[in-house]
């Protein structure tokens, strides 16, 4: 990053200079997260406890409409990711209730999901989230309720 700014001060001296224009350096890689944020917002769309069979026409609806204004990021509960890697879409994922329930001795759900949670606003950075379903506050309070109940 530095070699860079060097690199743009010194195309800035020479062109007030009066010397000759050199081209800019080439610009960041594509696949680089910062700089594909810095040119559209992120947009989280979280579809928690949505049925699998839903996911196509909410992905279609969402990417007609927001698909080349945002990064689109999808927060999903279902391990049926297929229509979103179809898409080449970012998926994040939350282990549904019914799994947390199954696998309560595993970990506490509710306070791993709630610091992931924090976590993947702190990576995307979100400029709006929008909820199909469950949003992400009713999904971790179900998630506790769940565990208080302690249900079988």
Do not use: C
């Amino acid at each position: 990053m530095r070699a860079l700014f060097d690199r743009l001060l010194s195309l800035r001296s020479a062109r007030s200079s009066g010397a000759a224009a050199e081209t800019l350096p080439p610009a960041l890689p594509a696949d680089d997260a910062t700089a594909a944020t810095a040119e559209r917002p992120v947009l989280l769309v979280s579809m928690l406890e949505v049925q699998p069979e839903e996911h196509p026409e909410i992905l279609d609806k969402v990417m007609a409409t927001f698909g080349a204004s945002h990064k689109l990021v999808f927060l999903i509960s279902t391990d049926a990711f297929g229509p979103f890697l179809a898409r080449q879409s970012a998926i994040e994922y939350f282990m549904p209730i019914d799994q947390q329930i199954l696998h309560r001795d595993l970990m506490d759900w509710p306070d791993y999901l709630a610091e992931k949670w924090a976590l993947l606003l702190l990576k995307w950075r979100p400029a709006s989230v929008i909820a199909y379903g469950m949003n992400v506050d009713r999904f971790l309070n179900a998630a506790r309720a769940a565990r208080a109940a302690g249900l079988p």
